[in-house]
């Protein structure tokens, strides 16, 4: 394998230290890794010291990811280091913790894949938006299935109304050139991520873009379009023609892990008519000259637009809040001085 045609740079290559090697992660498993490196495939697991220096559990290798390895023989290597991310989606790990999931690693162009046979989801896409916005990854929305769809024409404008500058495309995998659409984003030397919900078509996707049936797949069931999961791991796949594509299981939950920016650059519309309200620290609640309820009154701004925004909006102050100790310190300060104080105030006595 030419490591070049997955992305590999001069740069990279000269940042390794004497006796190690550039590889690339295709497969992550617990501590397992599955690395390509040049002319070769190796089975990877962590140094010790990579280990010993890594900040957080979402520091470790992750699929796509550059690691600077030490080989021990012709099938096996130890990962000594994590180099640094171009671009990194990720999401809030399942339970209680601020933890960072991370999904893959060093994408230049993220595919956010809908179902048009029953899976189409304006905001669960504006979520997806959200956190590609956060990866700094271009983003594509890819809607699926467009075989199965009697007016591609509308559901490509309600989508285009939320995408931003978010490039939509419809395609199928009926046919080669189905999937035409998505060929120009496929060049030489970048990495495209699938990411999307369960029986969506990611899968199907992969192998029509391999000409192979590479990956397993699985129909979908009818009362609700859901697919199996049959894509059960995220794996980077080289491509024919250059390029690689990372494929990932559907995900049924989606937290974000993203700040207030990146959610506004989703929304830039609201984004811009926040920035007209007539005060700065405007809550668009009901003040005077809020040129947001100007919006909504008007008929500019769609109610369940406006609901997603502050939800995700929520959240972001949330994660940013949790993510920042010491911002969340100083807002558990206030709101315990807010309490002591309505304390106070019933303990007055009261006037006859």
Known sequence: MNLERLGATPELRASLAPGLTLARVSFSHRDQYRLIADSLELEGEPSG????????????????DWVAAR????????????????????RRAAGRREDQQPIAANIDVVFLVCGLDGDFNLRRLERYLTLAAESGAEAVVVLNKSDLCGDVAARIAETAAVAGAAPVVAVHTRGAEGIGPLRRY??????????GSSGVGKSSLVNCLMGEDRLRTAEVREQDSRGRHTTTYRELIALPGGGALIDTPGMRELQLWAGEDAVDRTFDEIAR????????????????????????????LAPDRWESYRKLRGEAQRHEALANSSLALERKKKWKQIHKAAKEIYKLPKHR
């Open 71 to 90: 080989v021990i023989d012709a099938g096996l290597a130890i990962v000594e280091a994590v180099l640094p991310r171009r671009t990194l989606f990720a």
């Open 49 to 64: 010291a990579l280990w010993y220096n890594a900040a957080t559990r979402a520091a470790m290798p992750v699929v796509g």
């Open 186 to 195: 496929l060049t030489d030397g970048r990495t495209a991520a699938l990411l």
């Open 273 to 300: 008519w926040a920035a007209e309200c007539r005060y700065r620290d405007c809550t668009h609640a009901g003040e005077q000259g809020c040129a947001v309820q100007g919006a909504l009154a008007d008929g500019a």
